[in-house]
């Protein structure tokens, strides 16, 4: 049993070990989160998925999911980065594409605003205000991946830019990040602030690029564009700290780039 004890970050992060159990032969049953439920029965190699809220089944072998590189001796080199894992509800993915269909232009999907509980969550969050140099880029549709908390500076901003934002309707009835899944695989870009969202594109192998404090979070290790957790994602770090001004220029200029190259 995969004890998923951790954030919904980290639950989206190492699920993909799940995969790496069942190719050993293993059956294996994930205890997850109550609001994750939804989004892990598309996950790989999972036998059986609980809350682990209720009582747990009888098992041979338990592992909280954060132990799990460490019990499989994984370093940087060794990190199972094989992608997707995770996948979109298709009748989801369906209703979104349809739905965004008729929006014209290069689609990106924006995250800016992470889990306020988290004790990092200020330094790494990003001012939704900064995006605003993406919006104006002839022929960019922002969509919104925020959900929750950040999700008040929209209301905020002294102009809007056409960011184009759900509210409500965003993972609702359907369950915790499987709109937001769904709507991902119709994007063509998704920019986010390290977050779950991050971890959620990573998982569904989406053109990812992340956006990263000075110090950033120890698992996008330091002095790297890329990830070995996920192969699709690119990665932005301050040059200094606090500075986000100076990060977004870069985006934009490589935004720029997609564009003309469409």
């Not at 330094?123 to 919104?144: E, T």
């Not at 290790?221 to 220029?249: C, H, I, K, N």
């Amino acid at each position: 049993m995969i004890d998923a004890e951790q954030g919904l970050g980290d639950s989206i992060q190492f699920i993909r070990y799940a995969r790496e159990l069942k190719a050993m032969g293993a059956r294996t049953i994930l205890a997850s989160q109550k609001p994750l439920l939804a989004l892990f029965q598309r996950a790989e190699g999972l036998d059986e998925l609980v809350s682990r809220h209720l009582e747990l089944p009888q098992t041979d072998y338990y592992a909280p999911m954060m132990s799990l590189p460490g019990n499989f001796n994984h370093d940087a080199s060794s990190f199972p980065s094989q992608v997707p894992y995770l996948h979109a509800d298709p009748a989801l993915a369906k209703h979104w594409r349809d739905k965004l269909a008729e929006l014209e232009g290069y689609k990106i999907g924006i995250f800016w605003h992470g889990n306020p509980a988290y004790e990092w969550n200020r330094q790494r969050s990003i001012p939704l205000k900064a995006f605003r140099a993406l919006a104006d880029i002839p022929g960019v549709k922002l969509i919104s991946l925020q959900k929750g908390p950040g999700s008040e500076q929209i209301d905020a901003l002294e102009s809007p830019f056409g960011l184009l934002d759900f509210g409500n309707e965003l993972d609702g009835e359907a369950g915790a990040f499987m709109d937001s899944a769904a709507i991902i695989k119709t994007l063509d870009l998704v920019i986010v602030s390290d977050g779950a969202i991050a971890h959620l594109a990573g998982a569904l192998a989406a053109p990812l690029w992340i956006l990263l404090s000075k110090p950033a979070d120890w698992r996008w290790m330091l002095d790297r564009e890329d990830s070995p957790w996920y192969p699709t994602a690119r990665l932005f770090r301050q040059s200094r700290r606090g500075d986000w001004d100076e990060v977004m220029e870069r985006v934009v200029r490589e935004v720029k780039k997609h564009v003309a190259n469409q």
